[in-house]
């Protein structure tokens, strides 16, 4: 059974980075089967794809948030990591990791980390 | 940009049927953007319902279908369940990238 588990500061101040780390459990984070995902949502509002990472180390991300953001892999540690710089308050969103599992044509994204709240304040 | 459009809120009751919509700024939605819809209880993360148009998940009730309709992708919920009140979002694919829809906020009164 997949499980992932979001860690990192949960305030960060303005113009600073945003950083998140997902452990993975369950699943070799190695397997190609997956791609490994952030979704974020703002108070009260809905989702919001990020972006995605392969086990071969090539991300995708949301074209909106993408001069801000990298998306990396340690295999060693089964985890994968988010960055997002020069943060705003707008950027004040509970941040989800998810398993996208995708092998021919299946493409479901589940399950999903418990989320954390990031909040951006000086 | 990219916008997925569905209803904001709809209202069903106990035992009813309602069906909730999932529309792309690009045109039609085929089975080639992998419709997928979670639904997402308050304080919960999002679980996921149907995958690729309509392939339940072993934890889907059966009461719970999708499929394309009007070039929409659409989700049916028959025989509604006081549990069934949630947030319904669904997902659609758009060749490297991911966008969500906005989310339908389902009542049952």
């Known amino acids: 059974q997949v499980r992932l588990q979001e860690s990192g500061p949960r305030l960060v101040e303005p113009s600073q980075t945003l950083s998140l780390t997902c452990t993975v459990s369950?699943?070799?984070?190695?397997?190609?089967?997956?791609?490994w995902t952030w979704i974020r949502q703002h108070p009260g509002k809905g989702l919001e794809w990020i972006g995605s990472?392969?086990?071969?180390?090539?991300?995708s991300y949301n074209p909106a948030l993408k001069s801000r953001l990298i998306i990396t892999l340690d295999t060693s540690k089964s985890q994968f990591s988010l960055k997002m710089t020069s943060v705003t308050a707008a950027d004040t969103a509970v941040y989800f990791c998810?398993?996208?599992?995708?092998?021919?044509?299946?493409?479901?994204?589940?399950?999903w980390g418990q989320g954390t709240l990031v909040t951006v304040s000086s | 940009q990219t916008v997925v459009t569905q209803e904001p809120s709809l209202t069903v009751s106990p035992g009813g049927t309602v069906t909730l919509t999932c529309a792309s700024s690009?045109?039609?939605?085929?089975?080639?953007?992998?419709p997928n819809w979670f639904q997402q209880k308050p304080g919960q993360a999002p679980r996921s319902l149907i995958h690729?148009?309509?392939n339940k998940h072993s934890w889907t009730p059966a009461r719970i279908s999708g499929f394309l309709h009007g070039g929409k992708a659409a989700l049916t919920l028959s025989g509604v369940q006081p549990e069934d009140e949630a947030e319904y979002y669904c997902?659609?694919?758009?060749?490297?990238?991911?966008?969500f829809g906005g989310g339908t906020k389902l009542t049952v009164l």
């Open positions: 990472i392969y086990y071969t180390g090539v991300a």
């Open positions: 690009t045109g039609a939605v085929t089975s080639d953007y992998y």
């Open positions: 997902l659609l694919y758009y060749g490297g990238a991911w966008v």
């Open positions: 998810a398993s996208h599992y995708a092998v021919g044509n299946f493409r479901w994204v589940d399950p």
């Open positions: 369950g699943a070799s984070i190695s397997s190609g089967d997956f791609f």
């Open positions: 690729n148009t309509s």
